[in-house]
């Protein structure tokens, strides 16, 4: 009995057994799975945790982050983009806050958002980008953010709004890292840096804030040393130093590490500094300048042969002067110039929008952001470098001058591509580099409204006396240092200028126009040594209007100022030239799609 007993317990045990096993199966797993959660939630982003063991969420709305490792899934349709892009570098400008981003952004950008953060990281505010622009050749982007609050960080960050209700926690211990970073202020910082080879030699250039040389002149480069890194330099990581071989103005040129010198291509994107040292006493060099300047590899693709380039080019730096800019480039296109390069500082009027237009009728028109408030003269020299491999002759002007040839009774009469067919006079000459033609500057000319058919045609009242000139230079003769004031370049020992005739050639200068007109170019000067209109010193330069003060505020007889002599030569010449036979329209004033 005993025994058929225990035969039947085990009986039973067999059929129940596997049914608690299975219990106790599921009870483990669910208990495994639970702490596997827990684990992975106390340590995602999404709570940080502080070494006092408090929790101090910092909360964002709608906000993805540019670094990865911060990544979240919560964003919308449209705003893929963002996903993988860095903020490299961050300058506090006078006005806003620039960003230098990682990847080219590309339109609508309109769901962009800046985020500051306060001093403690208590609180956060979130403010629309103000613009984006393309940068280095496009393949970057530029953020322009405004101002941070009173007692906010300037190492604002970027977020890109997501769908609705989304929040977004970061780790606090990586927003105190950014924090503690240091956003360089303008006045003192290196802001570009650009290789430039010939085949022969190659180097760096860098542009840098902060030394004060002296305006238009030369530097003792013993004084400068170019520092070489991956990483920020505070950080001491992969530093190769280098002497300086050039310096003048913002303006320095060293030789590259012989590590980059043997292979151009890894010099891309390398950060470069700049650093005052003195050979005559040991141990007494300054520390870097900050930086955010990586290593440009400029026209690397446009390299051509002499026979290969465009004869004439042009260069400019412009601010919101889309209004004047297709009057411009379809007058000396007509003259001859084949490439422009155009260098925007900032503008937020249309200037890509008509840009975009002409080069759909083969303008050859190439925007270039330049970000960098009042550096005119490193922005053209930065714009000679570039040329330098597409050009023979580039010439440097704004868009409020027009080169005009004069000509009478029994003279040659000029026409299409004049300006272009009187530098390849020089193209091959052995001493002359650089072509200068005398300014006269023209006034409002009675007008209360700028002129419906252009500045050429509407403008014909001017000073009698000339003021300064505009050059042509062949920019592979410029000098190493790439001195310029402007209106001239230093040239190569062995290399002159020419003065070409007023009687041959000279430039209309359209200064001072109606009221409205001048008013906006009374704020912004881009001229890096030239006195602001409402700075109250140097008035008697020729860079500013006599007699206007430092406030815009019309004179009650500005129309008939600076009416000397009335002057229609260029007025006839573009009616004679360019205007429909039929309409009497000239090319700019109308649509060209």
């Known amino acids: 009995m005993d025994s058929e007993q225990r035969r039947k317990r085990k009986q039973q045990g067999r059929i129940y057994r596997p049914a608690c096993a299975k219990l106790l199966l599921v009870r483990s797993l669910t208990v495994c799975l639970s702490f596997l959660v827990f684990l992975l939630f106390i340590s995602s982003d999404r709570l940080p945790i502080r070494r006092d063991g408090s929790f101090r969420p910092v909360l964002r709305t709608s906000t993805m982050s540019f670094l990865p490792a911060f990544l979240t899934g919560g964003g919308g349709g449209g705003i893929s983009q963002y996903q993988n892009l860095v903020v490299e570098g961050r300058v506090l400008l006078p006005d806003h806050l620039v960003l230098i981003v990682s990847s080219k952004l590309t339109p609508p950008t309109d769901n962009l958002d800046c985020v500051y953060y306060d001093n403690m990281l208590e609180r956060v505010v979130l403010k629309p980008v103000i613009s984006v622009d393309g940068y280095h050749q496009q393949l970057k982007s530029i953020v322009r953010c405004h101002l941070p609050p009173l007692n906010f960080s300037a190492s604002v960050n970027l977020r890109g709004r997501g769908r609705s209700g989304d929040v977004v926690v970061e780790r606090r211990e990586w927003l105190s890292r950014l924090n503690q970073s240091v956003v360089p202020s303008w006045n003192k910082v290196v802001y570009e840096a650009v290789l430039d080879s010939n085949g ?24 400068f040393r170019c520092h070489f890194s991956l990483t920020d330099f505070d950080q001491g990581l992969f530093v190769f130093n280098t002497r300086a071989i050039a310096a003048a103005q913002e303006v320095f040129r060293c030789l590259l590490p012989p590590s980059i010198l043997n292979n151009l291509d890894k010099a891309k994107d390398i950060r470069v500094s700049v650093s005052r040292v003195d050979y005559n006493v040991e141990g007494a060099d300054e520390a870097p300048l900050p930086s955010v300047a990586k290593v440009q590899i400029i026209n690397s693709h446009e390299h051509k042969s002499n026979t290969g380039k465009y004869e004439l080019c042009a260069c400019t730096m412009l601010w919101n002067q889309a209004s004047f800019l297709r009057e411009w480039i379809i007058y000396h296109a007509w003259l001859g110039i084949e490439r422009w390069f155009i260098y925007d500082n900032n503008s937020d009027d249309e200037v890509q929008e008509v840009i975009d237009e002409l080069n759909l009728h083969k303008y050859n028109i190439t925007r270039h952001a330049w970000p960098w408030v009042k550096t005119q003269e490193a922005g053209f020299s930065h714009c000679a470098l570039r040329a330098k491999h597409e050009c023979k002759w580039l010439g440097f002007f704004d868009v409020d001058e027009f080169f005009y040839f004069p000509h009478g009774r029994g003279r040659y009469k000029p026409g299409p591509n004049s300006l272009r067919a009187l530098v390849m006079k020089y193209s091959d000459s052995p001493k002359i580099a650089e072509l200068r033609t005398v300014c006269h500057s023209y006034g409002p000319s009675g007008l209360r409204s700028p002129p419906s058919q252009g500045v050429t045609v509407g403008y014909t009242c001017r000073l009698e006396a000339p003021e300064r000139h505009k050059s042509v230079v062949r920019p592979e003769l410029l000098h190493t240092t790439l001195l310029n004031a402007v209106h001239h370049f230093k040239l190569r020992d062995g290399y002159k200028y020419l003065n070409v005739r007023e009687s041959k050639v000279l430039v209309n200068h359209y200064k001072y126009q109606v009221w409205d007109s001048f008013k906006a170019k009374f704020f912004k000067r881009v ?61 700019w004033e109308r649509s060209l799609a």
């Open 200 to 223: 022969y030699t190659s180097n760096v250039v860098v542009f840098a804030k902060g030394l004060n040389l002296r305006p238009h002149r030369e530097a003792d480069a013993r004084k």
């Open 527 to 587: 001229s890096t040594y030239v006195t602001n209109w409402q700075e109250d010193h140097n008035k008697g330069s020729k860079d500013r209007a006599p007699g206007l003060g430092t406030e815009a505020i019309e004179p009650p007889d500005w129309r008939l100022r600076f009416c000397e002599v009335w002057d229609t030569g260029l007025k006839h010449f573009v009616m004679a030239n360019l205007a429909d036979s039929t309409s009497g329209f000239l090319p």
